[in-house]
């Protein structure tokens, strides 16, 4: 019989993972607090819920994609959450883009209450969510790795397993959007200096693409030249949240990360700008505006 699995969270990159786990055959039901979103599933035949704890009650795996800490945080610690809701035994994958500090901190309130938590944040976005490729990062006990692999199996092409720590999944999550932040700005910043000198921005994107031929230089760079800044994958309000996780993480240990902050502030003026739900790439707006060429 397949397994009962809760997944709270239906954004962009939770209903796409939703749709998943229904077309593997995992007994299904969802949990968000927007109504429009449970109104899809619920027209589908799968149980929907306001509250992510009536979603997990009986369920043996309980999924969360959340958009940042203070959420993970309300949903399993407040009274009457996950911690509370979920049996003895009922696993939770935690798979949001959070600091390792909330992971460890929700990680031991489970471990008290008899159930326990794998940290597995993805890599990939909502299109790579829906077409089950993505990667996923994860760490917890490592007995847990075999009762995960079914699911990862539906969600994604593989899986790396990082150690026993959960939070060490939340590291290698953040330090790859780093890479991935300061990579589409030095895109932008290399698409607008080659517009500055008279080369076309066209021309120099299929030259720059045999030095990078990858799908981060050519997607983020393609949406550039495009100006194709929404519907957003990776929305700049979410990249600045990403960003503020490294630049915290390189604060706890004391590591100076610069590059982190100059990728912070360009978000930053971006979401000042009005573009907090534009497209990642539209790194690409803010390199023009400081280069006088909008």
Not at 195 to 215: D, H, Q, S, V, W
Not at 242 to 261: H, K, R
């Amino acid at each position: 019989m397949a397994a009962t699995v809760a997944l709270i969270g239906l954004g962009n990159m939770g209903a796409a993972m939703a749709d998943r786990l229904i077309g593997a055959g995992f007994n299904t039901r969802v949990a968000n607090r927007g109504e429009a979103r449970r109104a899809t599933f619920l027209a589908r035949g799968v149980p929907a819920f306001a509250r992510a704890a009536e979603a997990a009650i009986g369920a043996e795996i309980v999924i969360s994609m959340l958009s940042d800490d203070a959420a993970l945080r309300s949903v399993a610690l407040e009274p009457g959450g996950l911690v509370d809701a979920m049996a003895n035994g009922a696993l939770h994958i935690a798979m949001s883009t959070v600091s390792p500090n909330v992971t460890r901190e929700v990680c031991a309130a489970h471990r008290a209450r008899g159930a326990d938590l794998v940290a597995a944040p993805v890599m990939g976005r909502p299109d790579v969510a829906a077409s089950g490729s993505l990667w996923i990062l994860a760490a917890g006990r490592v007995a847990h790795e075999a009762r995960c692999q079914p699911i990862f199996a539906a969600l994604g092409r593989g899986h790396s397993w990082l150690g026993e720590d959960p939070g060490l999944a939340n590291v290698a999550k953040i330090m790859s959007n780093f890479l991935l932040l300061s990579t589409v700005e030095a895109v932008a910043e290399a698409l607008t200096l080659a517009e500055a000198n008279g080369l076309a921005a066209e021309r120099y994107f299929e030259i720059g693409k045999m030095l990078f031929p990858t799908p981060i230089y050519e997607g983020y760079g393609g949406r550039m030249l495009r100006g194709a800044f929404q519907p957003a994958g990776f929305a700049t309000a979410m990249a600045l949240k990403d960003a503020g996780l490294a630049l915290g993480l390189a604060a706890d240990a004391s590591a100076p990360t610069p590059i982190a902050s100059l990728v912070r502030d360009r978000l930053l003026s971006a979401v000042a700008h009005g573009r907090g739900d534009w497209d990642l790439s539209a790194l690409i707006q803010v390199a023009r505006e400081s280069a006088g060429r909008t």
